[in-house]
């Protein structure tokens, strides 16, 4: 008989939960647990049209650019901004009652809005 180094159950313990709420202006966090103080710094894009906005979703392109891929740190979700988090899991009405998952680098997101 071998031994594991690592047990299922230990791979299938949630980072956090997050609660996020969509409505008119877009998704928002609600809940975090654990709570990170960790500062994400802001992404610096070059825009060729200098009255162009920057959207959260570049800043989850950067991410999954970066050279170490993994979102992962300390046993803790590292990353992501809290702005990132509520757009990327804020679901319109037409997906409410319906499981998702959406998988990003090493981190599976998976809710049942």
């Known amino acids: 008989k071998g031994c594991r180094s690592m047990s299922i159950d230990s791979v299938l313990d949630p980072l956090c939960i997050i609660l996020v709420k969509s409505g008119a202006h877009g998704g928002r966090l609600l809940f975090r647990y ?61 997906l409410c009652d319906v499981k998702f998952e959406l998988k990003v680098n090493d981190v599976r997101f998976v809710g049942h809005p």
């Open 34 to 94: 654990p709570y990170s103080n960790q500062v994400v710094q802001p992404v610096t894009v070059i825009r060729s049209n200098p009255y162009s906005l920057g959207l959260s979703e570049d800043d989850l392109k950067h991410i999954s650019e970066q050279d170490n891929s993994s979102n992962i740190k300390n046993g803790q979700l590292d990353g992501f901004s809290d702005e990132t988090l509520a757009n990327i899991l804020a679901v319109s009405n037409s």
